[in-house]
T-cell receptor
Framework: EPEVTQTPSHQVTQMGQEVILRCVPISNHLYFYWYRQILGQKVEFLVSFYNNEISEKSEIFDDQFSVERPDGSNFTLKIRSTKLEDSAMYFC????????????FGPGTRLTVT | AQKVTQAQTEISVVEKEDVTLDCVYETRDTTYYLFWYKQPPSGELVFLIRRNSFDEQNEISGRYSWNFQKSTSSFNFTITASQVVDSAVYFCALSGLSGGYNKLIFGAGTRLAVHP
């Protein structure tokens, strides 16, 4: 069964460093998303991406964040200068077009900023 | 504005008990989708069910059942004869069609602990 994959599973970085979180969505999916979950809290929407551009972003997704689909398979989230409060689990999700509106989530990348 | 409320923060039951997880939502969209996801201790998010706003039929899948009532804006989830493997955090989520990109708005989650 096709699945969303994410790498790395755990990333530790120092405050102020740049990180890139990588996702490979399900191959025939057209809509891509990033969410984050601070430990013990709810899952929060960051950004949606369709047709090679951002379609919607939340107030969390400030200038420090960017997304890219550098090729036909990868979807990346970059945090330019990490802060302690960026420590969270980051989930990538994808869905197909049409009536199948469920989003399928990757296993997540746990980002720890020290 | 869209909002999902899961008032039950934690529920603890003994195996084989039935348990209902509550979900109340708010939206101005006339067409929307409701979801339940399971987050086991391993951390991934597992899709359980999707309902659209035009389909109020209850659904049963094995030990799981869902009760969607538009009149009370609720989409409750019942596990019958709970098992230890059901222990997880369960999230209810809402997605509207405004904008067409279907971001998910999650509730705060309900942590279910099933004890042997």
């Amino acid at each position: 069964e096709p699945e969303v994959t994410q790498t790395p599973s755990h990333q530790v970085t120092q405050m102020g460093q740049e990180v890139i979180l990588r996702c490979v969505p399900i191959s025939n999916h057209l809509y891509f998303y990033w969410y984050r979950q601070i430990l013990g809290q709810k899952v929060e929407f960051l950004v949606s991406f369709y047709n090679n551009e951002i379609s919607e972003k939340s107030e969390i997704f400030d200038d420090q964040f960017s997304v890219e689909r550098p090729d036909g398979s990868n979807f990346t989230l970059k945090i330019r200068s990490t802060k302690l409060e960026d420590s969270a689990m980051y989930f990538c999700a994808s869905r197909s077009q049409g009536t199948a509106y469920e989003q399928y989530f990757g296993p997540g990348t746990r980002l720890t900023v020290t | 504005a869209q909002k999902v409320t899961q008032a039950q923060t934690e529920i603890s039951v003994v195996e084989k008990e039935d348990v209902t997880l509550d979900c109340v939502y708010e939206t101005r969209d006339t067409t929307y989708y409701l979801f339940w996801y399971k987050q086991p201790p391993s951390g991934e998010l597992v899709f359980l069910i999707r309902r659209n706003s035009f389909d109020e039929q209850n659904e049963i899948s094995g030990r799981y059942s869902w009760n969607f009532q538009k009149s009370t804006s609720s989409f409750n989830f019942t596990i019958t004869a709970s098992q230890v493997v059901d222990s997880a955090v369960y999230f209810c989520a809402l997605s509207g069609l405004s904008g067409g990109y279907n971001k998910l708005i999650f509730g705060a989650g309900t942590r279910l602990a099933v004890h042997p």
